[in-house]
């Protein structure tokens, strides 16, 4: 699994809150998931990620999610509303 996309993205959305924003107003393009999260937290995200077919990608840990981000603490999700 690559992190190089949400790395190198020019837009993107950090976080559980401003990701689902982006989910619902279609301007996500490519979800970011970190395994270790809790599921009440991502779950809402994870379906509709898949009710509007954007894919997912699992990240091991919020950590690496976070890192990958360019942030210093965990991040649960991420999103890339721009290719």
């Known amino acids: 699994m690559s992190l190089d ?3 190198q993205a020019r837009k993107r959305t950090i976080g559980t809150n ?3 924003k982006a989910l619902q107003q279609s301007l996500a393009r490519h979800i ?3 395994k270790d999260a809790e599921a009440r937290v991502v779950n809402p995200v994870i379906a509709l990620a898949q009710e509007r077919s954007v894919p997912i990608t699992w990240v091991d ?3 690496q999610l976070g890192k990958a981000c360019g942030i210093e603490v965990g991040a649960a999700t991420a999103a890339i509303i721009e290719d």
């Open 5 to 7: 996309r949400i790395r």
């Open 18 to 20: 401003q990701t689902l």
């Open 32 to 34: 970011y998931v970190a």
């Open 61 to 63: 840990s919020m950590k």
